[in-house]
Structures are given as structure tokens and as C-alpha cells.
């Protein structure tokens, strides 16, 4: 009951000061007061420090949750919820950028070392010297698909000499190395693609995310409006601003990871082309030798030499 009688004092005496300026000589209802009242309401000091007090102290509360002090405060004080989905949403946004830049670091060295390999490729002299110096040459994706085709040519020869005609071994080691060159491709772009599963869960979830902790902020708001019964813009604005916060709090942690899948799935793209390319050629040259290779055990008086 003291607290209803503290509060209504406060409503009271906010109101008359917006209305009638807080004028000492008027009362609640505008009428001049006599000396007799001014003496009877100024008579008892120990009430009217205790009646004073209330009128200053929900100003603390109003500056520790108002606009100017900070993110961090303003998602402590709109509950403990909104605030685990604040952290969430900063963990995710820490991890979205890490994975962006380490991604676009690695990626673009990909490019550049397939591209060195693809020239190197084509400026050696021969397949098996280019294999022995494979280890000279930094990771890409279409290096690895000539280590391990061309590893898979030499163990295929022994099956070109035990099939049963020259055409099944043929095409039994072109077969292998097509499956080789398709199981590489899977195993690099599986490990391009490595983390970027957490790029698309916070894209697609951190907007909800955020979206949750503001309908939760927005309900405790208008919790505390019914509770204190106040519905004025200054009750409400501090409350909502807490709440939308969430929302601002999924976006930032949203549109960096889709811009980062994206960036990351167009240099992956644009590698597997290339790889697709050096497979391409890789597959022609091994042919080429196979065929080559056949018509020297056919005809002793061939003059061709092959590229292995």
C-alpha cells in the first residue's frame, strides 16, 4: 500500500509539473491553498522526505537503461534472454568472420597455385619428369589431380598387359583414372567447402535468431507497461530499443555470412571449372599415350614417342 501511495505521489507530481509548471501555490486541483494547509502539508518534515524521495528515483533506472549508455547495458537490462540471444548472435558474427577471411585468403592462394601448376603443366617436358617434382609445387586442386591420375596410369600398365584384348585394357585404365580424377574432384571441393556450413546457418538463422529476442524484449516491455501502468513514449521508447537491438544484432551477424557464402561458392565454382578443364586435357594426354603406346607394341617401326 506504501508503494501504491509512493508511486501515485510521483504520477501526481509529474503531471502537475507538465500541466501547471510546479507552481508551490497550487494544489492538485488548481485552487490556491491557504496558510493553514501550506502549514499542515509542511508540518510533519519526516513525511515529506520520505514522499520526496520516490520523485528522483526512478531517474537511475531511466539512465542506466537509456539510449546513450551502451550496447552491452542496454542488453543486460532487457533481460536475461534477450542477452543469451546477444552473445549468441556475437559468436556467430565472430565466427562468420573469421571463416569469411580465412576462406577468401585461402582461396584466392588456390587460384594462384592452379594457375602456376596449369602453366607449369604445359611448359614440361615430359609427365613423369613433371611427377617427380611434384612436391616442388604449393597444394591446388589440379595438382592433386595429377598426382593422383597420373599414379593411377602407372598402376593400370601392368592391367594393360593382362586383359585380353588391347581395346578392354584401354578402356579399363581410361575408366580408372576418370574414376580417380572424380573421386579427387569430390575430396578438394569437399575441402574448399570446409566451414562454409556455417556461413549458411548463421545467413539463415541469425535473422530469426534476432527476431526471437526482439518479440521477447517487446513482451517484457509491455509486461513492465501494465505493471507500472505508465503508457507515455518515455515508458515505452527505452524498453523497445532494448528489443529491437536483437534484431539489429541478427542482421549484422546475417549480412556478412551471405556475403561470405557467396564470395566463397563463386571461387569454388571457378576452380572446379579450371579443374574440369585440367581433367579435360589431362584425359586427352593419357589417351593419346594409351593409343600411342598400343600401336608400338603392334607395329615395331612406329615412329611416335609418348608424353609420359
Not at 501511495?5 to 501526481?12: A, D, E, K, M, N
Not at 569469411?100 to 592462394?109: E, H, I, M, T
Request: proline content about 6%.
Amino acid at each position: 500500500m506504501r508503494c501504491n501511495r509512493i508511486f501515485t505521489f510521483c504520477l501526481l507530481t509529474l503531471l502537475s509539473i507538465s500541466i501547471y509548471g510546479a507552481d508551490p501555490h497550487h494544489d492538485h486541483h488548481g485552487q490556491p491553498t491557504s496558510a493553514v494547509a501550506t502549514s499542515a502539508v509542511t508540518a510533519p518534515p519526516a513525511s515529506a522526505v520520505p514522499l520526496g524521495m520516490p520523485a528522483s528515483a526512478p531517474q537511475p533506472q531511466q539512465e542506466g537503461s537509456g539510449i546513450g549508455t551502451g550496447l552491452w547495458a542496454r542488453g543486460a537490462s532487457a533481460g536475461p534472454i534477450v542477452f543469451a540471444v546477444l552473445l549468441i548472435l556475437i559468436l556467430l558474427s565472430i565466427f562468420s568472420w573469421a571463416i569469411l577471411v580465412a576462406k577468401w585468403l585461402v582461396l584466392r592462394k588456390l587460384e594462384e597455385s592452379s594457375s602456376k601448376f596449369s602453366h607449369i603443366f604445359w611448359e614440361s617436358r615430359s609427365l613423369n619428369d613433371l611427377n617427380q617434382r611434384i612436391q616442388e609445387y604449393p597444394h591446388s586442386p589440379i595438382r592433386e589431380a595429377f598426382r593422383n591420375g597420373y599414379a593411377e596410369l602407372i598402376r593400370s600398365n601392368p592391367m594393360k598387359e593382362q586383359a585380353i584384348t588391347p581395346e578392354i585394357g584401354l578402356a579399363a585404365a581410361m575408366e580408372n583414372v576418370q574414376r580417380t580424377l572424380y573421386k579427387t574432384k569430390g575430396e578438394q571441393k569437399r575441402a574448399m567447402e570446409r566451414f562454409l556450413p556455417v556461413l549458411a546457418l548463421t545467413a539463415s538463422a541469425a535473422p530469426f535468431i534476432g527476431l526471437f529476442g526482439t518479440v521477447w524484449g517487446i513482451m517484457n516491455a509491455f509486461e513492465g507497461i501494465a505493471q507500472s501502468g505508465s503508457t507515455s513514449l518515455a515508458s515505452v521508447a527505452p524498453g523497445i530499443s532494448e528489443a529491437l537491438l536483437a534484431t539489429a544484432f541478427g542482421l549484422a551477424a546475417a549480412i556478412p555470412a551471405v556475403v561470405g557464402y557467396n564470395i566463397a561458392q563463386n571461387k569454388i565454382r571457378g576452380l572446379l571449372l579450371q579443374f574440369d578443364g585440367f581433367k579435360a586435357d589431362f584425359l586427352n594426354i593419357i589417351e593419346r599415350y594409351l593409343v600411342v603406346d598400343r600401336g608400338e607394341k603392334a607395329g615395331p617401326s612406329s615412329s611416335h614417342t609418348p608424353r609420359l
